[in-house]
């Protein structure tokens, strides 16, 4: 049976943000107001819209008591966006297809967030990096919309599917809980540096799933090549933030 993932995302999502919301307006308990127990089914058997997502939206942020600023919101609709294009990969049935759909949206996500660097922010070391990402990933975009083209998804479930799509699903929940934390940051080169350093440990899980599971030597090339690429800025991202953060 195929990783229901998208389930588990949004019932976390919804469960996490219900309990925010209503912590901050109901009372406290008391002998006189504990309603008597109703009997129905237990919460876990409640049904979760299968294509449900992580909610990155403004108002569900703002929910959590996150100040909404118009770089938060462009933020928050990039990675929406990003959530979206990757999980549709994460549903494919061949892990080297699975590889090259998540990791298209992944970089779309990047470059998103690259450009709302550029426009926010001020910071020279990270203006410069976050230029070097839009040049680099935008060839690894075309390149990957290219292989797909010529590539579909296999008809049915390979003996890796399943393990595969388990491994995906568990990188995306660090990286997006990790990147909301980042991007909530008011600094806006520091939410950029906080946001993008999970989104690119999030590319090297990726790209090391493709390398335990894929086939094709084109992918596990660009695989390769992402985590070559990759590791150094996750370093210079490491260095930045420890330098800056006070």
């Not at 690894?140 to 599917?161: F, G, R, V």
Request: one cysteine or more; aromatic letters at 4%.
């Amino acid at each position: 049976m195929i990783v229901n993932h998208k389930s588990r995302f949004a019932f976390l999502t919804v469960s996490i943000s219900a309990a925010l919301a209503l912590s901050a307006c109901q009372p406290e308990p008391t002998d006189d107001t504990i309603p008597p127990p109703i009997e129905g089914p237990e919460p876990s058997a409640q049904v979760v819209e299968p294509h449900a997502d992580h909610d990155m939206s403004a108002d569900a942020m703002a929910a959590e008591g996150t100040p909404m600023t118009a770089m938060l919101k462009d933020y928050s609709e990039s990675m929406t966006t990003m959530h979206e294009e990757m999980m549709i990969g994460m549903d494919y049935n061949d892990p080297d297809a699975a590889f090259a759909q998540g990791m298209l949206g992944h970089h779309i996500g990047a470059v998103d967030m690259a450009e709302i660097e550029l426009k926010y922010g001020t910071d020279a070391e990270m203006r410069q990096l976050a230029q070097e990402i839009i040049d680099a990933q935008q060839s690894e975009i075309a390149q990957m919309k290219t292989w797909l083209a010529s590539n579909p998804d296999a008809d049915t479930p390979t003996a890796d599917t399943k393990a595969m799509q388990q491994a995906y699903a568990d990188g995306m929940d660090a990286m997006h809980d990790d990147m909301m934390l980042g991007i909530a940051d008011p600094i806006p080169d520091m939410a950029f540096a906080r946001g993008m350093l999970p989104h690119h440990v999030g590319a090297v899980d990726m790209a090391e799933v493709q390398l335990k599971y894929g086939k094709d030597p084109e992918m596990r090339k660009l695989a390769q090549e992402i985590i070559d690429a990759q590791q150094p800025e996750i370093e210079q991202m490491q260095s930045w933030i420890a330098a800056n953060k006070g």
